[in-house]
């Protein structure tokens, strides 16, 4: 199929909606854990958190998920949400977070344009939070795509922007 259209390069994902088994639990996760405001409810059955005051970034709900089973590992759905930190120092202070509460990692990787941490909500969701290198830090290839790859992350330098 030929592409005749372009998306506009100033769009932007504007929130992700999440079916939980449990609105406390994940807010214990999004909010207490991560950070994210609660911005507001739909009684017991719909949560709205954000970064900075903004409407939301991400919906939590359990209209047809009340009590449900974690999403499977090999299933169909979403495979992550990424949550994009403004800083090397911001990702370095949500890692050491986790690390202090003992939350398990799935994976840490370096990619080049970005470091990423790895994780899953208490439904299985995973989640991803990084930071983007400034694109001038990028590489390319000879064809003009963009040099990624996943190494592994190095955790300890990474609590060294903490300083």
């Known amino acids: 199929m030929k592409q005749d259209y372009t998306i506009p390069a100033q769009t932007r994902i504007g929130h992700v909606h999440l079916k939980v088994s449990s609105i406390e639990r994940a807010l214990a996760f999004y909010c ?4 994210f405001e609660l911005t507001t409810t739909y009684g017991d059955q ?7 005051g903004y409407h939301h970034h991400i919906g939590l709900n359990t209209w047809f998920s009340k009590n449900a089973p974690p999403s499977k590992r090999d299933g169909v759905g979403l495979f992550h949400t990424a949550i994009v930190y403004p800083t090397r120092r911001d990702l370095a202070m949500i ?4 690390r202090k509460a003992n939350y398990p990692l799935t994976g840490a990787s370096d990619h080049g344009v970005s470091e990423a941490l790895y994780l899953n909500d208490p439904d299985n969701n995973g989640v991803e939070l990084y930071w983007d290198r400034p694109k ?3 590489t390319y290839h000879a064809d003009g795509t963009i040099v990624m790859f996943t190494n592994p992350l190095d955790l300890t ?7």
């Open 32 to 35: 207490d854990l991560l950070g």
């Open 46 to 52: 719909a949560a709205f958190i954000s970064a900075g």
């Open 95 to 98: 890692y050491d977070r986790l």
């Open 136 to 138: 001038e830090r990028w």
């Open 157 to 163: 330098d990474l609590l060294t922007a903490l300083d």
